[in-house]
């Protein structure tokens, strides 16, 4: 398994910017499908994004396509989210995850093997 660090959260106005970044350890960084998920207050935790082993392919919500960018730098073992034209709906509790599985695996939470602590993103309308 990975261990995984969140960092980035904070609170932005409506418009606004952030990246989120997720550091990882571990010797197998690069045999892991990388991603994210969000939990907003009152909600069940979400697919957001996610990249494969190579960062050739990319999965992303379709609330958030155009808008957020997963990318990857295996050599620095990091995974980010590049998020733009942040709407008071993205407000949640963003998680990095990681999983040796692709696709559709994505779509369910107890595909991942491993998990961050998570890192809040407020919106302000």
């Known amino acids: 398994q990975v261990q995984l660090v969140e960092s980035g959260g904070g609170l932005v106005q409506a418009g606004g910017s952030l990246r989120l970044s997720c550091a990882a350890s571990g010797r197998t960084f690069n045999n892991y499908a990388m991603g994210w998920f969000r939990q907003a207050p009152g909600k069940e935790r979400e697919f957001v994004a996610a990249i494969t082993w190579s960062g050739s392919s990319t999965k992303i919500k379709d609330a958030v396509r155009g808008r957020f960018t997963i990318s990857r730098d295996n050599p620095k073992n990091t995974v980010s989210l590049q998020m733009n034209g942040l709407k008071p709906e993205d407000t949640a509790v963003y998680y990095c995850?990681?999983?040796?599985?692709?696709?559709?695996?994505?779509?369910?939470?107890?595909?991942?093997?491993?998990w961050g602590k998570g890192t809040l993103v407020t919106v302000s309308s």
């Open positions: 995850a990681a999983s040796r599985l692709w696709g559709d695996a994505w779509s369910r939470e107890y595909n991942m093997e491993s």
